[in-house]
């Protein structure tokens, strides 16, 4: 079965950092592109952020750029998303996802929630 | 950035109902579009890619259309299970933008 689960969500303060993981399963991770995508509660979806399968494109979205920074081990079949100096306007679930620029995000997480509250 | 404007923002509507969703972009995308279905406590899905590629699994009366600025997704036969909300995503910018969503609910 196909299958990304995230982790790493939690309670930070105003400042503080925060790793979320992702792991895949059930496919060939290391072929395909990943992305971050957030949901504030009772808002839409918010991109985050974009990473090649080999790592040699990664984009960031405005708000998160210079705080956030994206990864992946295709050895461990995992993704991850090192947040520093969160706001309280990180606070949101986070989902990771897998796809393309030309075949949209196919294949998605169940989600983590970050909080950040003092 | 390209902005992504879904109209409307709500929609009420009936079981067997046609109902059509429109997104627009501040500037032409080409097909770079794709639309998602996402229920309350859920993960989105993806139903439409490309503007018009139905993706595997998906009912045929979803359907997408559309190319440059404005695009349309139609669900021809409304289905118990189809009131969620849709949101439309542009990739043609490497900076990914989301539509603000729409809320489809049972009249």
């Known amino acids: 079965e196909v299958q990304l689960v995230e982790s790493g969500g939690g309670l930070v303060q105003p400042g503080g950092s925060l790793r979320l993981s992702c792991a895949a399963s059930?496919?060939?991770?290391?072929?395909?592109?990943m992305n971050w995508v957030r949901q504030a509660p009772g808002k839409g979806l918010e991109w985050v952020s974009y990473?090649?399968?080999?790592?040699?494109?990664?984009y960031y979205a405005d708000s998160v750029k210079g705080r956030f920074t994206i990864s992946r081990d295709n050895a461990k079949n995992s993704l991850y998303l090192q947040m520093n100096s969160l706001r309280d306007e990180d606070t949101a679930v986070f989902y990771c996802?897998?796809?393309?620029?030309?075949?949209?995000?196919?294949?998605w997480g169940q989600g983590t929630t970050v909080t950040v509250s003092s | 950035d390209i902005q992504m404007t879904q109209s409307p923002s709500s929609l009420s509507a009936s079981v067997g109902d046609r109902v059509t969703i429109t997104c627009r972009a501040s500037?032409?995308?080409?097909?770079?579009l794709n639309w998602y279905q996402q229920k309350p406590g859920k993960a989105p899905k993806l139903l439409i890619y490309?503007?018009?590629g139905l993706q595997s699994g998906v009912p045929s009366r979803f359907s997408g259309s559309g190319s440059g600025t404005d695009f349309t997704l139609t669900i021809s036969s409304l289905q118990p299970e189809d009131f969620a909300t849709y949101y439309c995503?542009?990739?043609?910018?490497?900076?990914?933008?989301f539509g603000q969503g729409t809320r489809l609910e049972i009249k």
């Open positions: 996802a897998s796809g393309s620029y030309t075949t949209g995000m196919d294949v």
């Open positions: 059930g496919f060939t991770f290391s072929s395909y592109n």
């Open positions: 995503q542009q990739s043609y910018s490497t900076l990914i933008t």
């Open positions: 500037q032409s995308i080409s097909s770079y």
């Open positions: 990473i090649s399968s080999t790592s040699s494109a990664i």
């Open positions: 490309a503007a018009s």
